[in-house]
């Protein structure tokens, strides 16, 4: 039987994973627009509706949230990129699968790529180890992939298609600004998605 402390209890730990999931967003698109160290604890806090201070409840540290956002966004790319290693398909359907994956991340975390880019230095040294590490399991997924495509291929080759891959997808952050300046009647994200996973399919998988 579920006691009524046992169920205010549980509504409470729900309400403040929402709010650090909350705070995980918002500090996001902060980080992106201002830089790290361009945020203060009280403009994070004010942007999930809780005081500075407040945000110690959920996380150490204005470096802790950042590393919660670039941790979180290195494991799910990676448990992402291993369903769709796993689920055992032809080698050119699971290159175009693992590119359609890779974008829908980038087009709906592009605020995630900008802070990668420029703040992944201000991460404590063991964040830092442990997103390198995430990520070098993730591009090992690709070679992988792209070694079934090109078997003829040196393994420094496939780790270089990889990684443009990579750098041709996550131009997202810079071309969602271009084209909301430019897109009149179209669905900007639409539009990234089709354009992104077509060039990037085409670049990796030319003979």
């Given amino acids: 039987m579920t006691t009524r402390s046992s169920a205010s209890r549980t509504t409470r730990e729900r309400a403040k994973a929402q709010r650090a999931d909350s705070l995980l967003e918002a500090a996001a698109h902060l980080f992106a627009e201002h830089g790290f160290d361009g945020v203060s604890l009280e403009d994070l806090g004010t ?105 003829a291929r040196s393994e420094t080759e496939l780790r270089v298609r990889a990684h443009a891959g990579f750098g041709l997808i996550n131009s997202t952050p810079y071309a969602v600004r271009t084209l909301r300046e430019v897109a009149v009647d179209a669905d900007t994200d639409e539009l990234l998605r089709g354009v992104l996973s077509e060039m990037a399919y085409a670049a990796l998988s030319a003979r």
């Avoid at 201000?122 to 442990?130: E, N």
Wanted: charged content about 25%.
């Fill in 47 to 151: 942007a999930v509706g809780i005081t500075g201070p407040a945000v110690y409840r959920h996380f150490d540290s204005k470096r802790a949230l950042l590393g919660a956002i670039l941790l979180r966004a290195s494991e799910d790319l990676l448990a992402g990129g291993q369903r769709v290693t796993a689920a055992g398909r032809a080698p050119d359907r699971a290159l175009r699968d693992l590119v359609d994956f890779h974008v829908e991340f980038a087009v709906h975390s592009a605020a995630v790529i900008r802070v990668h880019d420029r703040d992944l230095t201000s991460l404590s040294d063991a964040d830092r180890h442990a997103v390198r590490r995430l990520q070098r399991q993730y591009v090992e997924l690709w070679v992988g992939v792209l070694r079934a495509v090109h078997p």
